[in-house]
């Protein structure tokens, strides 16, 4: 349906990687990506999985998570969402969460400087409550 609203194709290929994505409950580094497609796809190269990626992210169906040079299927539940993404420096699990107070606190902070915000997730690390227990 994201796809229709936006005029964009969904291909068999930009398919097959989103379902791989959503396969993980962690972000998945793009060669880990293409060493599961290559079981669908034996042909498939770096630039096909990273092609795949840019498309998906256009239409913020995926998540680049930067600080583990990532990504991550979108588990947010409304469309044009900035997500907040909690990230365990130690196991490296990852919550995605949607907190308006928190998105608009930044727009605005960020708007009083002059400056507008991106819509890209806010990425926060630290340890879950499983490493710390």
């Known amino acids: 349906m994201i796809c229709e609203d936006q005029g964009a194709a969904l291909t068999p290929l930009r398919r097959e990687v989103f379902e791989l994505l959503l396969r993980h409950d962690r972000p998945v580094g793009a060669y880990e990506l293409l060493d599961e497609l290559k079981s669908l796809r034996p042909k498939a190269a770096p630039v096909t999985v990273y092609?795949?990626?840019?498309f998906l992210l256009e239409l913020g169906l995926v998540h680049k998570v930067n600080a583990l040079n990532a990504f991550s299927a979108c588990r947010g539940q409304e469309a044009d969402h900035r997500g907040?993404?909690?990230?365990c420096r130690s196991c490296k699990a990852t919550v995605e969460l949607e907190?308006?107070?928190i998105d608009n606190t930044i727009r605005r902070s960020a708007a009083e400087l002059g400056f507008e915000a991106g819509d890209e997730p806010v990425e926060v690390v630290g340890t879950c409550a499983s490493?710390?227990?």
């Open 51 to 54: 092609r795949a990626l840019d």
């Open 99 to 101: 907190d308006h107070k």
């Open 131 to 133: 490493c710390r227990a």
């Open 84 to 87: 907040l993404v909690l990230i």
